[in-house]
T-cell receptor, first 116, second 107 residues
Framework: SAVISQKPSRDICQRGTSLTIQCQVDSQVTMMFWYRQQPGQSLTLIAT?????????ESGFVIDKFPISRPNLTFSTLTVSNMSPEDSSIYLC?????????????FGSGTRLTVV | DAKTTQPPSMDCAEGRAANLPCNHS???????VYWYRQIHSQGPQYIIH???NNETNEMASLIITEDRKSSTLILPHATLRDTAVYYCLVNDYKLSFGAGTTVTVRA
């Protein structure tokens, strides 16, 4: 299975600023996913990022607010732009692993963001 | 939108089996059922998955009904460290999380 390193693990940011979260995988993967988990809530998929193409955003999420880069098969970044306190959440990246009956997903440990 | 429904919470006694139900009545023939858990807002941890046969690993057992419209995750001997939110998901090329079941294991 793949091992994900996500940075930073936590941050406190001022409103109006931007934060870029990095997701590094120890093996090449086709699809990477970014999730948001608001306090006390379940995970919500933000977007799917494939290498060499634009990210696909879920309803309610836009590229201007959450730009994503996917420069190669082992790395992706998510930027939370022009932050407000409502953006305080845990942000997680996930990758697909395996094939066929062993296909699944693994998750990073998350970035806990607090906007003040 | 999540394609599964789970009870919001359940308690379990330490050392006893915990049976977590999940309904996925709209599941398609080639979609797998996955179970993950999340402890203290860490990243979700994979538990087990299956298509139509029952599955068992070192963490749990997964029982899928013959019509595949529901499944049960079994933690055979629950410990206090199994206290977590458990998510049942159906894979349609991306994982959509529902609210999950908050499992509290009590001594």
């Amino acid at each position: 299975s793949a091992v994900i390193s996500q940075k930073p693990s936590r941050d406190i940011c001022q409103r109006g600023t931007s934060l870029t979260i990095q997701c590094q995988v120890d093996s090449q993967v086709t699809m990477m996913f970014w999730y948001r988990q608001q306090p006390g809530q379940s995970l919500t998929l933000i977007a799917t990022a494939n290498q060499g193409s634009e990210a696909t955003y879920e309803s309610g999420f836009v590229i201007d607010k959450f730009p994503i880069s996917r420069p190669n098969l082992t790395f992706s970044t998510l930027t939370v732009s022009n932050m407000s306190p409502e953006d305080s959440s845990i942000y997680l990246c996930s990758v697909e692993i395996g094939q066929g009956s062993d296909y699944g997903y693994t998750f990073g440990s998350g970035t806990r963001l607090t906007v003040v | 939108d999540a394609k599964t429904t789970q009870p919001p919470s359940m308690d379990c006694a330490e050392g006893r089996a915990a049976n977590l139900p999940c309904n996925h009545s709209t599941i398609s023939g080639n979609e797998y059922v996955y179970w993950y858990r999340q402890i203290h807002s860490q990243g979700p941890q994979y538990i087990i998955h299956g298509l139509k046969n029952n599955e068992t690993n070192e963490m749990a057992s997964l029982i899928i009904t013959e019509d595949r419209k529901s499944s049960t995750l079994i933690l055979p001997h629950a410990t206090l460290r199994d206290t977590a939110v458990y998510y049942c998901l159906v894979n349609d090329y991306k994982l959509s999380f529902g609210a999950g079941t908050t499992v509290t294991v009590r001594a």
